[in-house]
């Protein structure tokens, strides 16, 4: 049988990624962990940092 392939470094990113909205997830128990930016828009106190 052949050996697993290793995962590629995108692939190792993104599993990175999954696991760490998955501890987000249980940090923020409750809270809606979905939506967009785009839609929502910026704080109106917010400051772009020069």
């Known amino acids: 049988m052949p050996e697993p392939a290793t995962p590629t470094l995108p692939a190792r990113a993104i599993i990175r990624k999954v696991g760490l909205r ?3 997830a249980g940090w ?3 809270e809606e962990l979905h ?3 785009w839609r929502a828009g910026l ?3 917010f400051e772009a940092a020069l």
């Open 35 to 37: 939506g967009t930016l």
């Open 22 to 24: 998955q501890q987000l």
């Open 43 to 45: 704080p109106k106190t």
């Open 28 to 30: 923020l128990a409750g």
